[in-house]
């Protein structure tokens, strides 16, 4: 396995597969890598020639005031992880964007509720990143994980809408043994909060098998939490991330927030009734 | 030569010609084609395998006070230049954007003054089509006309920036034999506006020849002027629009002028003295 360690080496190495005629499979992440990380790995390495992991910090797609500086890094575990899958190639740049960047890519409608209101430039953030990244790594084909369900489809929208050259391809989201979510945010968590961000996977596990419309499923899942600040707690359609109005059609149950000072995703699908 | 009526085939046709191997050049354009358009096919011609032209009056890029209704069109013209000059696709799709399209690239900066402070929105609208286009092309290289000066630098720093595999090339303006900068919104001019339009070329050449200071060579092309509304006339640093304080480094002399209700452009390179 290469590192590479700027957007030059990083593109130069795509170029080079790309002349060979080789497919490429990529990966963005901000590191820290778990098991979530690792399916994904997983699931492209047996589709493409050549798999590309990125790992980089986007202070883009942070806040002024969210963990932008104290984000839980460790370069050389997970460095041992992408060798173990068969990674060829770990992007880790020290800085992704050149002297005088000015671009930025926004799409609109979809980033505007759930994540997007509480994250006000999140996404646009995440799309921008997202379209350098694909560029850098001249990815045909990109995997990204269901846990962040939102940028997920943001990224699908800004892909279809630019016509960039990637597929786009959405991992299954990957919990731990006592049902919590994975999130390299989990680590921190005190024991206390844990026991808490259970309620999060709880609720969502309720909310696709328990019976009722739209409105008892929230109640339900209103009813099992114990955090300490809910961002939200949707039923939406998982095209336009809308509230659902009934559950005639697969629709999805979306959750964000805090236990202690530490925010916290969790999604699930919720089959048509 | 191929006529593709949709992106969906124009995307086809791009990857199919991805897969043997071949490459791509690309010339976007409004169509209505003169010889400045036809000069940026032939200057591709030689260098790529197949050769694509689009010809899309791009909605996003027009204000609604602005011509985007009358904008000049004459497909059988167009395609009958495309095919003499050897180029492989003619792309004209009567709806560029999917359904629910939302996606916007924007780029700052470089296009806040200029053309970009009198056309709101407008640089938003081309680096978006660009973005859409070069995706749908597969372009390796694109070329655009120096005509559209600031057009040219804006996408330069796009593609940059979000590292899109294109390499952007300008390509000369070109004039008629009386000097003025071809246009396809030249048609609108009446004879007496012609005469005066031509004094957009006249200030320019003054000012690249003429000696003096950046403030003489500004009052030297301002008195040459005969123009019903002067946008600006500015000698600027081409690399980042701002204006010039002195010539030791080459420079650039835009202008944009109304002459009736029609906008012109034209720009010369100002050596360093």
Redesign the interface.
Known sequence: MDTLLS?EAM?GRA?AW?RE?LTIGFVPTMGFLHRGHVSLMEALRPRVDRLVVSIYVNPLQFGPKEDLGRYPRDPEGDSQKCAAVGVDALFMPENL??S???????????TERLCGAFRPGHFEGV??VC???F??T?ADVAILGEKDYQQLQVVR??V??????VEIVGGELIRDEDGLALSSRNVYLSPDERKRALTLSKAMRAMASGGGDVEARLALGRSILDVDKLDYLEIVDPDTLQPATDLSKPTRAVIAAFVGKTRLLDNVAVAAV
Chains 1, 2 share one sequence.
């Open positions: 957007a593109s170029a790309k005629g964007y050149p005088g960047f000015s671009t930025s890519v926004e799409v609109s409608g979809l799309a921008t379209t350098r990244l560029g850098l001249r929208r800004l279809r809408d630019l016509a960039l050259p």
